[in-house]
């Protein structure tokens, strides 16, 4: 299923989006890579290709449409067309209301939602000509419940859940048959947590709002 897809993924430099990235290539997918950090994204683009998958990259900010065209774009040129989008990038920044940081307020609507706009806007027409494609998101346990801190953060989350829920919706009234993911797959995830540092920061951040964090 997996194999010969070609997937966009962006905020693809580290964390999630770079292990995802290694996974699918590592299935036979060809992955199209988006992030700001150009570095990153040539040693991972060059670990992949070294490994045997097939990766192209290209340095965008989601918060830029253009980009985002000139990354489906870049998918097109290369491998052919597009299967799926990952919509990975997104900011966290968390601080009480009382302390008034405009600036973060705006720079995480601008990544974590103007960021899937973008991107759903330059894949759409994509995948409505062609009547298929996969639209996945990262989801947030601050998307389902609120915590001191992350008014923000946590709206963006709600409206990603909200803006999905209506992507399926219309598709299944257009018969568009576009699907969607606002979930992490358990393998992504075991390959994300694996290491000691990331299962430190899960655990302080779902400390901070109420839950115990295990790791798998």
């Known amino acids: 299923m997996i194999k010969n897809k070609v997937v966009i993924i ?13 996974l699918l290539a590592s299935k036979g997918a060809k992955v199209v890579l988006g992030a700001r950090r150009e570095h990153q994204l040539r040693q991972l683009v060059d670990e992949i290709q070294k490994a045997g998958g097939q990766a192209v990259y290209q340095v965008m900010d989601v ?20 299967d799926v989008i990952f919509l990975n990038a997104g900011i966290m920044p968390n601080s009480p209301l009382s302390a008034l940081k405009t600036d973060e307020w705006n720079q995480t609507v601008d990544a974590n939602i103007k960021g899937v706009l973008n991107g759903i806007a330059a894949v759409l027409p ?14 947030s346990v601050a998307g389902l419940k609120a915590y001191p801190g992350g008014a923000v953060y946590g709206g963006t989350k709600w409206f990603v859940r909200d803006f999905m829920e209506v992507l ?17 797959r358990k393998g992504i995830y075991d390959l994300v947590a694996s290491s000691d540092r990331m299962n430190a920061k899960l655990a302080n951040f779902y400390g901070k709002i109420g839950f115990t964090y295990v790791s798998c």
């Open 10 to 22: 962006t905020g693809s430099s580290s964390g999630i989006g770079e292990a995802s990235a290694k």
């Open 63 to 82: 918060t830029n449409p253009s980009d985002n065209a000139e990354i489906v774009k870049l998918a097109k040129e290369t491998f052919g067309g597009i």
């Open 126 to 139: 994509t995948f409505i000509n062609q009547k298929s494609g996969h639209v996945i998101t990262t989801s």
């Open 168 to 184: 399926r919706m219309e598709s299944a009234q257009e018969g568009t048959n576009i699907r969607h993911l606002r979930k992490l």
